[in-house]
């Protein structure tokens, strides 16, 4: 996993439970980064789930629930610092559709190594999307985040519900639509 992850994931806890509570999750997990992360290094999705879950330990907040903070705490680092793709969008529904087909081949140009999830476009309506997740590391709640700051982005609103598909939640459909 990509160190843009955890670095991010950091600043996320820092700002939200405070520098305490990010040495607290570091000095008790067992990392073999040490919690030593870089933006461009990659790491063991293990780190993450182990931070997560102490994390979630401690502030009674569910994993899935701290995803979806996260990834609407992402999307504004999206914003941060790759304004021009999102700048070739002009509504939602077409951003979140190309997904696969445009967004994840630019960020393999910037993270050869990245791992990503699969997003297959399976409906598309001029209001409504239809997408499948497919991840083993069932991140799905943090793309649940990344969607709903898409709409927000856009001055636009939607129902997003997702469906796992496996008990595991490595395969989840998202039903998108918008208001």
């Known amino acids: 996993m990509k160190g843009i ?11 939200k439970f405070g520098l305490e509570m990010v040495d607290d999750m570091i000095n008790n997990s067992n990392l073999e980064s040490g919690g030593i992360y870089t933006a461009v290094g990659t790491y063991s999705f293990s780190e993450m789930l182990q931070l997560l879950k102490h994390l979630s330990a401690n502030t009674k907040i569910s994993i899935d629930d701290l ?6 705490h992402f999307f504004s680092k999206l ?3 790759y304004a021009s793709l999102l700048a070739i969008y002009s509504e939602p529904i077409e951003m979140l559709s190309s997904i696969e087909s445009h967004i994840h081949v630019e960020v393999q140009k ?4 990245a791992e990503l999830p ?8 001029e209001d409504s999307l239809v997408l499948i997740y497919k991840s083993s590391r069932a991140m799905h709640h943090f793309g649940l985040g990344l969607m709903k700051k898409t ?5 636009a609103t939607a129902s997003i519900n997702l ?10 459909r998202f039903v998108i639509n918008q208001n």
């Open 5 to 15: 992850i955890f670095t991010e994931f950091l600043d996320l806890v820092e700002h």
């Open 67 to 72: 995803l979806l903070l996260y990834g609407e």
């Open 79 to 81: 914003e941060e610092d």
């Open 110 to 113: 910037i993270y050869p190594e």
């Open 118 to 125: 699969i997003f297959d476009v399976i409906e598309k309506t």
């Open 151 to 155: 709409f927000e982005y856009f001055n």
């Open 163 to 172: 469906e796992k598909l496996n008990e595991a939640g490595t395969e989840v």
